[in-house]
Nanobody, 116 residues
Framework: QVQLVESGGGLVQAGGSLKLSCAAS????????MGWYRQAPGKQRELVAT????????IYSDSVKGRFTISRDNAKNTVYLQMDSLKPEDTAVYYC?????????WGQGTQVTVSS
């Protein structure tokens, strides 16, 4: 089992920055890949960015490429999402995801609101 706890969401003006953190506990040694997804009201959950355990092969959605940066600190079992140049369309609940034991694990979500 893997438990995930997100932090760092909030309200920011367009053009601003936020940094999300996700701390993993439990059987975190088994995590192969971690990442972030988001879900806006009335829309499906979508991939934002993922990264492997070694910190390589980051994958970004086209909508955030060049503005968001995912990183990982294995010593702290934590993954980060640095979000710059935020836009109103980035407003959503952001969920941390971990893939381990052939299963997907999810955090409780953190709200990010970008005002215009």
């Amino acid at each position: 089992q893997v438990q995930l706890v997100e932090s760092g969401g909030g309200l920011v003006q367009a053009g601003g920055s936020l940094k999300l953190s996700c701390a993993a506990s439990g059987s975190s040694f088994s995590i192969v890949r971690m990442g972030w997804y988001r879900q806006a009201p009335g829309k499906q959950r979508e991939l934002v960015a993922t990264i492997t355990r070694g910190g390589g092969y980051p994958i970004y959605s086209d909508s955030v490429k060049g503005r968001f940066t995912i990183s990982r600190d294995n010593a702290k079992n934590t993954v980060y999402l640095q979000m710059d140049s935020l836009k109103p369309e980035d407003t959503a609940v952001y969920y941390c995801n971990a893939f381990a034991f052939q299963n997907n694990y999810w955090g409780q979500g953190t709200q990010v609101t970008v005002s215009s």
